[in-house]
C-alpha cells in the first residue's frame, strides 16, 4: 500500500518481469520529503498521458514497481534520486520518463526533474550470467572432461581477454607474468600474446611494431628475454630491430612462413625448445643457409622449380594479354609498399580499398567481406596466403617472393617484386 494525497493505492508485489529502470534527479528549492516527490508524480503525471498510461492504474496492474525516492536537504535546498520500475516497452517507457520532467513543483516547492538514464535491466541480469559464468568457468569444474565441453564463445574470449594487461607507458599488450618472472618473451603482436596465454605461456610481452617501444628495451635490461618471431620477412625486420635497441638473450622463430598466433600448443613448445642463444645467431643463419639449401635441393627442389615454372609461364601469358597501364599501376603500389610492411587490398580497377599491416592481412581477409580483386604486399607469397585468396576470389597476388608453395590456383595469378 502507499499513501498519495491522502489517499490509500494498493501496489502489487514488485514484479520479475521487470524490463526497465528510470534513474533520474530531482531538485528542489526547499525541504521536501519522499511523500511530497511521490505524491508529485503520480498528481502531476494524473490524466496527462491518458488512461493506458495513467500511474496508478499502471501500479495496480504491476506494469510500473515501487516507486523509489532517497531526499535529502542542505543549504534550504533538496536533492535527490528517483528510481521508476517499468514493464512496459522501450517507447512506453520513453514517453513516462519524458512525463517525469514535466513535473514543476513538490510540495509548495519549485523543482525540477531530470532523467539520466534508463537502464535495461535484461541487458544488467545478462552481464551478471556472463560473469558468473567466468568464476564457475574458474573455479566450480572440476571434471577432467572440462576441455572436451562446448563453453560459449563469449565466456571463453573474456577468459583470455581478460588475462592481457597493459604494460608500461606505451600500454604494451602483456602477461599477467611479465614483472614476476625472471625470464620474458617478446612477440610481435596482441594475437601473439593470446595464443600465447591460450596455451598457459604468461611470461609474454608485444612490442606492437617494428619501433622499439623504450619498455622493452628497459625490461630487456633486467630480465632474460626470448624473442619469438614470425617465420616471415616482418619477423626478420622486428628481430634486426630488437637486436640494435634490446639486449635480447634468445631467438625462437615460427616455422617458415607461420605467425606465432596461428602456432598450435606442440610447434610453440618446439619453437621455444629450439630457441637460438643470441651469440650463436650469426654464426647458425650462415650454417642454417648452408646446410637448408643443401636439403632443400636434395628433398624440394623439383617440387618448387615445378611451381615456379608454371608462375613463370602463366606471368608471360598474361603478360602478353595485359592492359599496357596495368603492370605501371601495380609497380607504383609495390614501390608504395615496399619495405613498410603493409598490404594495399585493391579493387577491380587497381583503387586501393584498404591498407593493412602485412602481420594482420590474413585476419583481414578472413573476417571482411569485402570485393578485393587484387593484393600488393610487402611479404612472402606462402600456400596459406594463396588458398585465402583462391577461397575469396581475389584473382592477383603481388609479393616479395613465393615461400615454400606446392600448389597454386589456376584462377589466382602471382607476381613477385622482382618480376615488376
Known amino acids: ?244 635497441v634490446a639486449d635480447i638473450d634468445y631467438v625462437a622463430r615460427a616455422p617458415e612462413g607461420k605467425g606465432v598466433e596461428d602456432l598450435t600448443q606442440k610447434e610453440i613448445v618446439k619453437s621455444l625448445r629450439n630457441k637460438v642463444p643470441v651469440e650463436q645467431l650469426h654464426i647458425l643463419r650462415r650454417d642454417f643457409t648452408r646446410d637448408s639449401r643443401e636439403n632443400r635441393e636434395s628433398k624440394e627442389v623439383k617440387e618448387k622449380e615445378s611451381v615456379r615454372e608454371e608462375v613463370k609461364e602463366r606471368a608471360e601469358k598474361e603478360h602478353d594479354e595485359e592492359k599496357p597501364d596495368t603492370v605501371s599501376v601495380l609497380r607504383k603500389h609495390k614501390q608504395d609498399v615496399e619495405g613498410r610492411l603493409i598490404a594495399k587490398l585493391l579493387d577491380r580497377n587497381l583503387n586501393v580499398i584498404k591498407e593493412v599491416p602485412v602481420r594482420d592481412l590474413v585476419k583481414v581477409l578472413k573476417t571482411n567481406n569485402m570485393k578485393v580483386s587484387s593484393i600488393v604486399f610487402d611479404g612472402v607469397i606462402t600456400q596459406r596466403v594463396i588458398d585465402l585468396a583462391a577461397k575469396k576470389e581475389i584473382s592477383c597476388l603481388v609479393g616479395v617472393r613465393l615461400g615454400s608453395v606446392v600448389k597454386i590456383p589456376t584462377a589466382v595469378r602471382i607476381i613477385t617484386f622482382d618480376e615488376l
Open 1 to 244: 500500500m502507499i499513501e498519495v494525497n491522502g489517499g490509500v493505492i494498493p501496489m502489487k508485489a514488485p514484479s520479475d518481469t521487470t524490463k526497465y529502470l528510470i534513474h533520474a534527479e530531482i531538485v528542489a528549492d526547499g525541504v521536501v520529503e519522499r511523500p511530497d516527490v511521490v505524491g508529485a508524480i503520480f498528481g502531476q503525471t494524473e490524466g496527462l498521458l491518458g488512461e493506458d498510461l495513467d500511474l496508478r492504474e499502471l501500479q495496480k496492474t504491476g506494469r510500473i514497481g515501487r516507486i523509489e525516492v532517497k531526499v535529502e536537504s542542505r543549504g534550504g535546498k533538496s536533492f535527490g534520486e528517483i528510481k521508476v520500475p517499468s514493464s512496459l516497452d522501450k517507447i512506453e517507457t520513453a514517453i513516462l520518463a519524458a512525463a517525469l520532467e514535466t513535473i514543476e513543483r513538490v510540495g509548495p516547492c519549485s523543482a525540477k526533474i531530470r532523467v539520466l538514464k534508463i537502464e535495461d535491466v535484461r541487458a544488467s541480469k545478462r552481464r551478471k550470467i556472463v560473469e558468473r559464468a567466468k568464476d564457475i568457468l574458474r573455479d566450480l569444474f572440476e571434471e577432467p572432461e572440462i576441455e572436451s565441453e562446448k563453453i560459449a564463445d563469449l565466456v571463453r574470449q573474456a577468459v583470455r581477454a581478460e588475462e592481457v594487461i597493459e604494460y608500461g607507458e606505451e600500454k604494451l599488450p602483456a602477461g599477467p607474468a611479465v614483472d614476476e618472472s625472471d625470464a620474458i618473451i617478446v612477440v610481435e603482436g596482441r594475437a601473439d600474446v593470446l595464443n600465447l596465454l591460450r596455451h598457459g605461456i604468461k611470461n609474454v610481452i608485444a612490442v606492437e611494431g617494428t619501433n622499439i617501444p623504450k619498455t622493452i628495451a628497459e625490461l630487456s635490461k633486467k630480465k632474460t628475454v626470448t624473442a619469438f618471431l614470425d617465420g616471415d620477412r616482418g619477423g626478420d625486420l622486428i628481430l634486426k630491430e630488437l637486436l640494435q
